[in-house]
């Protein structure tokens, strides 16, 4: 069963981008990996594109997933005969928004003429600021607030955030990671009462958690108890956990990432507590955690755009070749950076973009590529998308349940 973020637009075209095989070194982070840092206009004629995520600390496994991914992409292009390639460089905030800001600003100085990022929430929230206020175009795969675009309305018909023309989603937003999984619940009789367990200190969590919320009283889904915590406190969920349990909630949704979720489901079943588990694209990368036991992980369900596990040719592809260069099998956050790179080469050439155009210039025209109508592109993690122009992507959540270690599609 799959749920469409609502589209603004009428759609006609389609725009498929296939990538040639080939890969050359990566460079340390920071470092320019595919030209040197040359200024725009020079080294053969590539954009400048930057990326900025996590690639140390606890969220690190979807920053490094974007900028290994992202370099995928780049290193195809860079041996395809395409004249639109990209010097790529990458930046590591840790997850911290003072210090994606300062990356930010480090990718400026370098030149950057566009960003794929900020990979998390809190610090693209940050960042989208700086770009909009010097007109850089930021294509975010994992941002999913929609505090980063802007201009949307919160649960409770607040705009808290002014709209960002130069800001755009790969990933679909928060209300509809929330609305489509108290849909699916509903619609799937997969539990009788709901408890939640959310982040209050984090915007991606609340975000979800609050539309989740608002759409359970719409299908008449009871919640029964919505237990938060702090980034401060997510190592003893034992309260949380206790106050589900004895509010008879026999299904717990965890608007959360990985981390918190792993120590979650090992608590619960300490405890002796066996509810099903749905969660949202942040659980995916639990399977990768080290020294998690992923048979406690076993009949997780969650809603993502990206399954690895998929049998066409363009995913498989993918796989390989992540798996061949980093040794791991790459999460969504992964396909969503590896779509960002395809999508912005896509839409250059559609603009009629040069490496010589300050990097302004280049956001003037990407901007109306995006909001056209007619520009589309079909990436790993969704067919014939498309932008409108509140910078939300027309995509599909897919509903995935953890089996034998794997991710395995629901119907």
């Known amino acids: 069963m799959k749920f469409s973020n609502v589209s603004r637009r009428g759609f006609v075209q389609a725009m498929g981008v296939a990538g040639a095989a080939g890969a050359v070194a990566l460079t340390g982070c920071g470092n320019s990996a595919s030209g040197g840092g040359a200024g725009a206009g020079s080294d053969g004629g590539k954009f400048k594109l930057g990326g900025i995520g996590p690639v140390t600390g606890p969220t690190a496994i979807y920053g490094n997933a974007c900028k290994n991914a992202a370099q995928i992409a780049v290193d195809e292009i860079d041996a395809s005969d395409s004249t639109f390639k990209f010097d790529y460089r990458f930046e590591d905030d840790e997850n911290n928004a003072e210090k994606s800001v300062n990356a930010f600003n480090t990718l400026k100085d370098w030149g950057m003429q566009m960003l794929m990022g900020t990979t998390t929430t809190a610090p693209c929230i940050a960042v989208s600021k700086e770009a909009n206020a010097d007109n850089i ?38 209300p509809n990671q929330g609305v489509a999984s108290a849909k699916y619940i509903s619609e799937q009789k997969l539990g009788t009462k709901v408890g939640i367990i959310y982040d209050s200190s984090d915007a991606y969590s609340t975000g979800i958690d609050q539309k989740f919320l608002a759409e359970a009283k719409q299908v008449s889904l009871e919640v029964v108890a919505n237990e938060a915590f702090t980034a401060d406190s997510a190592t003893d969920f ?40 749905f969660g949202v694209d942040g659980m995916d990368g639990i399977l990768t955690l080290a020294g998690f036991d992923e048979s406690l992980a076993e009949g997780v369900m969650l809603l993502t755009p990206f399954n690895a596990d998929a049998t066409d040719e363009k995913t498989q592809a993918f796989v390989k070749s992540y798996k061949d260069k980093f040794g ?51 990436g790993l993690t969704g067919e014939t998308m498309a932008w409108s122009d509140t910078g939300e992507v027309s995509k599909e959540p897919k509903g995935m349940v953890i089996q034998g270690g794997q991710y395995v599609g629901m119907e």
């Open 328 to 378: 791991e099998i790459p999460n969504q956050f992964a396909a969503d950076a590896y779509d960002c790179v395809y999508a912005l080469q896509a839409a250059l050439e559609k603009g009629g973009c040069t490496p010589d155009m300050s990097a302004s210039d280049v956001c003037d025209k990407l901007v109306e590529v995006f909001t056209s109508g007619d520009f589309t592109f079909d």
């Open 238 to 277: 034992s309260t949380q956990l206790n106050n589900c349990k004895n509010a008879g909630a026999d299904i717990l949704f965890l608007p959360i990432y990985y981390t918190p979720a792993s120590i979650i489901l090992k608590q619960a079943n300490d405890m002796g507590y066996k509810p099903k588990f």
């Open 137 to 174: 175009f930021e294509l975010t795969p994992s941002a999913s607030s929609t505090d980063v675009i802007g201009g949307q309305e919160d649960a409770s018909g607040n705009i808290s955030e002014t709209r960002k023309p130069n800001v755009f989603q790969m990933c679909f937003t928060d």
